[in-house]
C-alpha cells in the first residue's frame, strides 16, 4: 500500500512547478529591510563602498531566486530583478513617512527608532509595500508567501494587492485583516482587529472589487469590520470600535457602535453573578 502512496506523491512532485524555498525569499525581505533601517541589522558598514557591495549582493539574491522560477514570469528574471531593485528608494521614502505617522499620532512613540524596531504595525507595513512592489510587476505567489510572512509575525494580514496610501499607521495590529481590492488613501489610522473585508466570497467575483474604499484622514477603531467593494468610507471620517459597516458614509461622518452597559452596586453575596466554565 504505501508503495502505491509513494509513487502517486512522486508524481505529484515530478508534475508540480517548483518555486524557492520560502526561506529564501523571506531572508532576502529580512535583508532589504535591514539595508533601509540599519538600526534593525547587527552588521555594521564602515563605508559606502561597503554598503554599495551589500545592495548588488542583495541583487544577485534576488536574481538567484527569480531565476528558479523563470518559466513562470512574465518577462526575463534579469529585467524584473532590476526593476524591483530601482523600487527601493521609493518604498524606503514611503516607509519613512509611515513611521513618521505613527510616531507623530501615538503618544506612547517616543521617536522613529522606536517605531521602526518595536512596532509590528511598522514591520507589518513595510513588508507588504515591498510584497506589493512584486505584485505589481506580476511576480507570482512570492508577494503572497511575503505577506503571509508577515502575517505569522505580526498578526497582521494584508494581501499585496492592496492599495495603501502614504503615511499610513496601523497602530498594535493584531487580527487586522486587509483584502486584495481594498484601497486605502492617505494619513489612514487603523486598530487592532479590524476588518476590511468582502460581503461575499463567492468564486465568481474573484475578478470583480470586493473590498472597501477608505478614503483619506479616517480612523478607524478596534474591532470594526467594513465590508463591500461598493462601500466608501469618506474622507476624515470616524469609524468606532466594534462597527458593522457595509453601505457608505460621508466625509467626516463619525459611526459609532451603541453598546448597553449595566452596572449595579450591590454589597449582597447572594447576588453575585457566578460563571461555570
Not at 529580512?30 to 545592495?55: D, K, T, W
Not at 510584497?131 to 512570492?142: N, Q, S, T, V, Y
Not at 467575483?205 to 468610507?233: C, F, Q, W
Amino acid at each position: 500500500m504505501h508503495r502505491s502512496f509513494i509513487k502517486k506523491l512522486y508524481e505529484e512532485h515530478r508534475k508540480s512547478e517548483r518555486m524557492p524555498y520560502h526561506t529564501d525569499i523571506c531572508i532576502f525581505t529580512e535583508r532589504v529591510f535591514q539595508l533601509l533601517f540599519p538600526q534593525n541589522s547587527e552588521q555594521i558598514f564602515h563605508s559606502a563602498e561597503e554598503l554599495e557591495v551589500y545592495y548588488y549582493a542583495l541583487e544577485n539574491q534576488l536574481l538567484s531566486i527569480f531565476t528558479k522560477i523563470q518559466k513562470q514570469l512574465p518577462k526575463p528574471a534579469e529585467e524584473l530583478t532590476k526593476a524591483f531593485m530601482e523600487k527601493l528608494p521609493n518604498i524606503y521614502d514611503k516607509l519613512k513617512k509611515d513611521a513618521k505617522a505613527i510616531s507623530m499620532g501615538d503618544p506612547a512613540a517616543q521617536d522613529l527608532n522606536q517605531v521602526i524596531r518595536t512596532y509590528p504595525g511598522f514591520y507589518g507595513i513595510a513588508i507588504y509595500r515591498m510584497a506589493h512592489e512584486m505584485c505589481l510587476l506580476d511576480i507570482p505567489l512570492l508577494p503572497r508567501i511575503l505577506t503571509e510572512f508577515s502575517h505569522e509575525k505580526t498578526g497582521i494580514d494584508i494581501h499585496p494587492a492592496a492599495t495603501i496610501g502614504e503615511y499610513f499607521f496601523i497602530d498594535h495590529g493584531t487580527g487586522i485583516v486587509i483584502g486584495g481590492t481594498a484601497i486605502i488613501g492617505d494619513h489612514v489610522k487603523i486598530y487592532q482587529g479590524v476588518t476590511l473585508g468582502a460581503l461575499s466570497v463567492e468564486k465568481h467575483m474573484a475578478s470583480m472589487k470586493r473590498h472597501p474604499t477608505i478614503e483619506d484622514g479616517v480612523v478607524i477603531y478596534a474591532g470594526a469590520t467594513i465590508l463591500g467593494g461598493n462601500t466608501v468610507v469618506g474622507n476624515n471620517s470616524v469609524i468606532g470600535g466594534n462597527v458593522w459597516l457595509t453601505e457608505s458614509v460621508e466625509p467626516y461622518t463619525k459611526v459609532y457602535h451603541k453598546a448597553q452597559v449595566i452596572k449595579k452596586v450591590s454589597k449582597d453575596e447572594s447576588d453575585a453573578i457566578h460563571f461555570s466554565i
